[in-house]
């Protein structure tokens, strides 16, 4: 049974950090791109970072210099390091380990919050 659980949300004050984290189980979790993904409220869901299966990373330019993806595959968890929080980052972040087109999967998301 596969299962992905993010966490690490929570209220911050602008030029806050926080670290996210993906852990997943029920499946390869070292051969998975993993992809972090936002949804702010009204807004479509977009992508923000991946890493992929050799560990080579992209972030989005929107927070460039700003977030950080890694993961640990002896831990089955990904993380996204967020620095210099903005309130435009405010959205529920959802974690994605991507196997194929047929094979990807979802977490329920992890809620951040960026406000004074």
């Known amino acids: 049974q596969v299962q992905v659980v993010e966490s690490g949300g929570d209220l911050v004050q602008p030029g806050g950090s926080l670290r996210l984290s993906c852990t997943a189980s029920?499946?390869?979790?070292?051969?998975?791109?993993v992809r972090w993904f936002r949804q702010a409220p009204g807004k479509e869901r977009e992508l923000i970072a991946h890493?992929?299966?050799?560990?080579?990373?992209l972030v989005t330019d929107s927070v460039k210099g700003r977030f950080t993806i890694s993961r640990d595959n002896a831990k089955n968890t990904a993380y996204l390091q967020m620095n210099s929080l903005k309130p435009e980052d405010t959205a529920m972040y959802y974690c994605?380990?991507?196997?194929?087109?047929?094979?990807?999967?979802w977490g329920q998301g992890t809620l951040v919050t960026v406000s004074s």
């Open positions: 029920g499946f390869t979790f070292s051969t998975a791109i």
């Open positions: 994605n380990p991507y196997l194929n087109f047929a094979h990807h999967y």
């Open positions: 890493i992929n299966a050799d560990g080579s990373a």
